[in-house]
């Protein structure tokens, strides 16, 4: 099962408090609700439920049930209407069932698909249950946009960050090619600093390409109708809040690369390193730096996020930037 080999991290502390029977009342898990968040939102439930010793087998009635979502005792809850709201009625309904006994004896699980699409009724009416959670039920709310949860509902749940499988395949095909765009830092003039901003920029735009098309599948595996121009507008939303999940990452390597090199100007121990394999080429470009300079280059990264927010367009941010980088000395 993929979901597992994906998130070890979020897997195995669900796994640990499962197994020392620490688990919250309610999890908010973060991904796509069509996707990883679904996949992982199963094998949660397979952990509950699985009949055999070796959990989740996958194989035994309950995990099979788990998988079509018709074990009893899980009680699924998704935007049916086109408007894509979890209606106010459907989750009392779902709160009325969880408060009664479960018919095979053990949990009692809701699972709430795409949970952003409760509106504030709906989201006031869960809350009661999150407050005074019924003895051993569990409450997962999947989405992709925890920003749009009433911060109520999000402080009474435990977060699993999933998002960055979301951008799996997308995540492969930027990693690299940014690695070996530091390698060459720094820009040695001008023209170089234009060609390595020019690199990233296309880099980043066969990310957007690769997320698009993510996002298009699961928009298509939706089986509830989108009118053309809003599945448009959906497209593009969560494009565009992916690609900006990637850009920070992006940022964050920099901002680590950098920080790796003032460490080495310094002479820190080496085994703070963020990046350890890649020390020598890392020395090699300390080599170029002052103390001063290492400090700046990594102001200069700072800059380009706060850019960012500020929505200036991307070519333009790493073009700026990377000219500051140029080393002169
Ligand atoms: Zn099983």
Known sequence: MDTTDLHTEAWEGIRNSCDAGRLAHAYIIVGSPRGNALQFAESFLKLLYCESSEKPCNHCTNCRLIDSHKHVDTLWLEPQSKARKIKADEVRGLVHRMTQTSFEGGWKAGILVSAECMNVNSANILLKTLEEPPPKTILLLLTDSPQSLLPTIISRCQKIMLSKG?????????????????????????????????????????????????????????????????????????????????????????????????LLVCRADAEHLVFPDEQSVLEGQALRHTQASALQAIQVVEGMVRRVDRNIPAAQIFDEAFRKLVKRL
Not at 199 to 223: H, M, P, Q, W
Not at 244 to 262: A, C, G, N, P, T
């Open 166 to 262: 979301t951008n799996d395949a997308a995540d492969t095909v930027w990693q690299e090619p940014l690695m070996e765009i530091m390698r060459e830092f720094p820009p040695d003039g001008g023209l170089d600093a234009a060609r390595l901003a020019g690199r990233l920029k296309s880099i980043l735009d066969t990310v957007k390409t690769e997320i698009a098309y993510v996002v298009e599948e699961e928009l298509g595996n939706n089986d509830e109708a989108l009118d053309e121009s809003k599945l448009k507008d959906v497209l593009d939303a969560r494009t565009n809040a992916r690609l900006k999940e990637v850009q920070s990452e992006v940022f964050r390597i920099m901002l680590d690369w950098h920080r790796d090199i003032l």
